[in-house]
């Protein structure tokens, strides 16, 4: 027998209702050993963690930047499938991201299989590594501020075209990196590529970071999730606070900029401003 348009809509309702869109955010320091998820479950730790202000090698950086790629998906401790293997995956990094971490988080994603692919933009890398330690990826780098333009339809947007670097427009997946404190955000990395730098944000609702991550260098802590904003929200909570452009990111649908209303995973943000001093 049908059933009846009430019990139909409810039902409806209550599928809607229970999809958990709350923004992961993880908070990992390299002395991590572990924390509680919210439901009182354990979530393990390093197994090296060494002093927050230790010198870490290109090991000890992947190590932490796997641990941090754990915990941004909606279970905790789960293996990283948030990029498909055969991707094209950009990678925005600001100039002061520190490239002995950029390789490590390179090197990572390709051990993982979270991209086929992978092409730096914003700093100069040497690759020769990369290709050596993983003969079946490709890797490659671009200056998207000489690059040229695709004219394309702006999302949701009264502007009629949007001129979007090519290597932009073509990527499968984006990630954008930055350092905390310096001045920055990982939305913020698309002023340097806007030819229109008024409409930076535009940009940013084209094509959205799939996966942000906010460093710091002794004190060693990373700040990773697949929202851009809510990644920016927690590392300026730490800092600095609410930044001047984010309701306007929330309005134009970018997610949300409230700290209370984003799932910290590793590090509580009371703990990690401790810890930042």
């Known amino acids: 027998m049908p059933q009846s348009e009430p019990k139909r809509r409810h039902e409806e309702f209550t599928a809607a209702a229970s999809v958990d869109r709350t923004p992961r955010v993880a908070i990992i320091p390299s002395d991590f050993r572990g924390s509680e998820e919210h439901d009182g ?3 393990p730790g390093l197994t090296d ?3 927050v202000r230790a010198m870490l090698d290109p090991g000890q950086w992947e190590a932490l930047v796997g641990t941090a790629f754990l915990h941004v998906g909606k279970r905790a401790n789960t293996q990283p499938r948030f990029f498909g293997a055969d991707e094209w995956v950009l990678i ?3 100039a002061s991201f520190p490239k ?3 390789e490590a988080l390179v090197a990572r994603m390709a051990e993982e299989g979270l991209g086929l692919r992978f092409t730096v933009a914003g700093v100069a890398l040497p690759l020769t590594g990369l290709k050596g330690r993983f003969p079946a990826r490709q890797f490659d780098s671009a200056d998207l501020s000489r690059e040229p333009m695709v004219k394309t339809p702006a999302p949701r947007s009264q502007r009629q075209t949007l001129e979007v670097p090519q290597t932009l427009h073509q990527c ?4 954008s990196l930055t350092t905390l404190g310096a001045g920055a955000s990982t939305l913020e990395n698309f002023r340097s590529i806007a030819r229109d730098a008024s409409h930076w944000l535009d940009l940013v609702r084209y094509h959205p970071p799939d996966l942000a991550v906010v460093a710091c260098v002794q004190p060693n802590l990373l700040i990773a999730g697949l929202s851009g904003l809510a990644v ?3 590392a ?3 800092k600095t606070g609410r930044v001047p452009w984010f309701p306007q990111a929330e309005k134009l649908g970018l997610g ?3 700290p209370d209303l984003i799932w910290t995973r590793g590090l509580e943000i009371e703990e990690a401003r401790k810890l930042l001093g």
């Open 41 to 43: 479950s354990r979530i």
């Open 49 to 51: 963690p060494q002093p």
């Open 92 to 94: 925005l990094a600001d």
């Open 100 to 102: 002995e971490l950029l």
């Open 172 to 175: 499968d997946r984006l990630v």
């Open 232 to 234: 920016d929200a927690i």
């Open 236 to 238: 300026s909570s730490l």
């Open 256 to 258: 949300t900029a409230d």
